[in-house]
């Protein structure tokens, strides 16, 4: 059968990230790559407790159809958590984890051709997402403090796009957070132009040091911000729960495109969330995960600096779940990739996080997944490769 | 903010069913609008026992990221329960409820403008989700044994649709099941000319009387089908779970729209119904609720015989939830629903149902939810309302 797809999905791979996966199966094999939380820290007695009762309970609307925009009470109580940051106009939907967000505020705002901004480099799968969306994605640099807002001001005058997306705080893949200053500057040049921005940020709750930044959803007074938010990294990822926060008009059109792909959100997830929030656990529970991975960073951070030879740098975040390393401009994390695998160690390549491709000596690596005895021993066996790489090329 | 929103949002007003629920809640309300199962008939106390067990014991993967196809041994289930369908070439994606499927079938064919043929009356859901894919909608006739194929042929010959949406089994909402002949004829037809068929069959289980009937999707020998099935008429509409068959090229492509769309559905949801139909219990709970809406089914069909004037027709489906009334030419069904909101009874007018319009004299009847008192009590305030209609009108 020779079938007529639609164009949109010319020359889209799929996820890099998810292809490797097959391959960290491997017995002894320590994975620095993927971006799970540690299945170790899961709240399950207490999320097995809850949902064994609200079934019980509350079963003839739990397993019924419920609302597009998410359970009444489940709203509610998003919107009490996030009362500093939204705004008169400003509605919440609760969505399939906040990826949901990222596909419909595409599908919401991008015509066929359509330019929009993403940082450079940025998250995979978003990336995938607006190729299938059938958006021109032109990028920004990162820098140190965040985006480089000349070149965002300057390709927004270049190219008129419909919006910008960033992930500012503890970004994946970089680990960079953007500064205070440049959360208001960002925001400014956006207004400026009336180009929105779509803040996609998940790991803002994981911060193990420094003061939390304010969400640039929070500097809003014009309705140019759309947030999505996650309980994926926060109380599991299995359950796929998260929420957008943007002005009505916005969400009333991820209403529509959501009664199209799930109609609603699984309503027993809906309500363990729920619950876990309003049963008083949800922020000791944070509390919990941050002490842990800022244990498991540390080990990461450390492990770098003793093993890792000259010429190789990295991020230091203050949260989050990942540490960008750049290697010498000569080497080709792919190729480290497949020696590593050998020596039972795997991380991702950065080069395919960067819409425009490039940056062949960059990678990612996760530590919140990985304990702190395979973080030691996982950098020490990517050190010993890195300098096998130097003796045998140069 | 003057938003830029996508076209393909022009003239889509969400669905309108799930506009008229406000109303429902009104004390002493019969619904007859709505699809929903009974709430009386949810295997609830199975499912918590579940659901509590498979968290403590598997909850490290059960609340980790899963895989976008779905849980690997759940699939290997739903292969099974489709042994007789499934051909060499085909693959089997689970999916967030069928719904999804019809989203991720759209975006993988549909350019904007091209054309797709759907039956007149269909699935009002779909045909939202069609027009947001940016499709062409074009109509072919439902007769009593199925769609019209001199019309389906004509229609091929004269848009060349990329392909043909049908609910061949209890179709929502006319109630209508295709015959084995024309299933046949249908599948000749668009073979002939290499037109896709959309299997929409999530109500085929739901069986009171009759033999069952060959799956289209049965007949395929060149990936020519894809077929949708949900588990929310038969376990748990919140939950969320459903499933799509078809060539792996197809599958392939909705893997790459669900990385993006929800990255897998809720392993929770998943390994919910992935043991109720191990432990043995699917099919026996499947047999009671056929049983339980038989008796519903017949309530309705007598009281609309008891009740009703002459000049209303209706069809008598041998199973699914929804019984499909026509009155007189001249009466409007939005009209009488307005009045019949009045006398406490609700049911969904038919006009919108059909893609180009018109029928105003057609509504839809479902006998899942209500009991089989309210059924009585509701189709004789009903049929009080249509004898009103009639003498203050004519």
């Given amino acids: 059968m020779m079938y007529r797809f639609a164009e949109r999905f010319d020359g889209v791979g799929g996820s890099e990230i998810r292809k490797i996966f097959g391959l960290l199966g491997v017995p002894g094999m320590i994975s620095f790559a993927g ?19 609200v079934i019980v309970d509350d079963g003839k609307s739990v ?31 609760v969505l399939s984890g906040s990826s949901q967000g990222i596909d419909f505020f595409a599908r919401t705002m991008i015509e066929k051709g359509d330019v929009m901004l993403a940082e450079s480099p940025s998250f995979l799968g978003a990336l995938q997402t607006f190729r299938l969306a059938d958006a021109d994605i032109k990028t920004v640099d990162l820098q140190e403090d965040g985006p480089d807002t000349d070149m965002l001001e300057a390709k927004i005058k270049e190219y008129n796009p419909k919006f910008f997306y960033t992930i500012p705080t503890f970004q994946n893949p970089s680990g960079i957070t953007m500064s205070a200053e440049k959360r208001q500057k960002v925001y400014d040049i956006c207004k400026q132009y009336g180009v929105l921005i779509l803040e996609d940020d998940p790991y803002a709750e994981l911060r ?44 009333a059109k991820f209403n529509l495109l959501k009664q199209g792909a799930d109609v609603h959100t699984s309503n027993l997830s809906q309500t363990l969330v729920m619950k876990f929030i309003e049963r ?3 922020d000791d529970h944070v509390r919990m995960l941050c002490e842990t991975y800022k244990e498991h960073r540390d080990a990461m951070l450390r492990a770098i600096d003793i093993y890792f030879p000259d010429g190789v740098s990295h991020t230091s975040p203050q949260g989050g779940l990942f540490v960008w390393v750049t290697l010498p401009e000569w080497m ?33 690596m996760n530590f919140s997944m990985p304990t702190v005895n395979q973080i030691e021993t996982g950098v020490e066996r990517m050190s010993r490769v890195i300098r096998q790489y130097e003796f045998l090329t140069k």
């Fill in 332 to 364: 080709d994390a792919r190729k480290l990739f497949d020696a590593c695998v050998m020596e039972k160690v795997a991380f991702v390549a950065g080069s395919p996080f960067f819409a425009d491709g490039g940056h062949e000596n960059t990678l990612r």
């Fill in 63 to 93: 397993l019924q159809y419920g609302g597009t925009m998410g359970i009444a009470h489940f709203i509610d109580v998003l919107k009490e958590k996030n009362k500093e940051i939204m705004k008169e106009d400003d509605d919440l939907i």
């Fill in 35 to 53: 971006g799970n939380p540690s299945p170790d820290l899961f709240p399950a007695d207490m999320l097995a407790d809850i949902s064994e009762q």
């Fill in 208 to 251: 193990y040091e420094g003061t939390p930044l304010p969400s640039i959803k929070s500097l809003d007074d014009c309705g140019l911000v759309c947030k999505l938010s996650s309980f994926s990294k926060t109380v599991s990822p299995g359950l796929r729960v998260g929420y957008a926060i943007a002005n009505k008009e916005v969400i």
């Fill in 280 to 282: 008083g656990i949800y």
